[in-house]
């Protein structure tokens, strides 16, 4: 099977920064209380729902460090990138933590294994007529119960980068409305619990925009809570 351009690209530009990639995200959620707000609401609902449901992937997990972050949260986790460089990255940095060479467009996972998946700004190099096929993978690897988190960037017009960190890269950061993603994410059996949004934050971005995030929950099995 041909890859889809998109996947390839990301790859390799992943691989070409992520080192600088790694020390510019290094200490990032410490400036943003909201958004650790959204990983602890998530970690306490996972830890909530039972052990039995099955551990966390961060699916797109770059260097790991909300890996590292929902683990010390009291959340049993592993992470999922498509760059192996990243995932070279993640593994020295966090050598106690699992991480896995992998892609959120074919997760090999098994059915119902986990009891949540976060996509930290994983998906924004997805295309949208891509995004339903990974909404149902998500779906279908979630346990009965089990809970989502999406963050992203609100807008409509993607930012296409050619350049970062002084390396050449191929980039789409595709902004998406929140209520277009939530209608997506329902679609493929996930029902929505809340919706935040958050204004941007000076010199987090190129292009400053606020930023969404979504939580949502894989259907209980009959008679659970």
Known sequence: MIEPDFLSAT???YDAVAGEYTDYVRTELA???VDRAQLAAFAELVRASGAEAGPVADVGCGPGRVTAHLRDLGVETFGIDLSPQMIAVARREYPDLRFEVGTMTDLDLPDAGLGGLVAW???IHVPIAEL???FAGFHRVLAPGGYLLLAFQVGDEPLSMTEAFGRSVNL???RRRPDVIADLVTAAGLAMQARTIREPIAGESVRPCPQAFLL???PP?????
Do not use: N
Not at 221 to 225: E, F, I, N, R, V
């Open 221 to 225: 099995a009959a008679g659970a809570s």
């Open 216 to 218: 949502a929950r894989k």
């Open 11 to 13: 790859r390799m530009s």
């Open 132 to 134: 339903p096929a990974v």
């Open 31 to 33: 400036s943003k209380p």
């Open 172 to 174: 789409d950061f595709h």
């Open 121 to 123: 700004y994983s998906t």
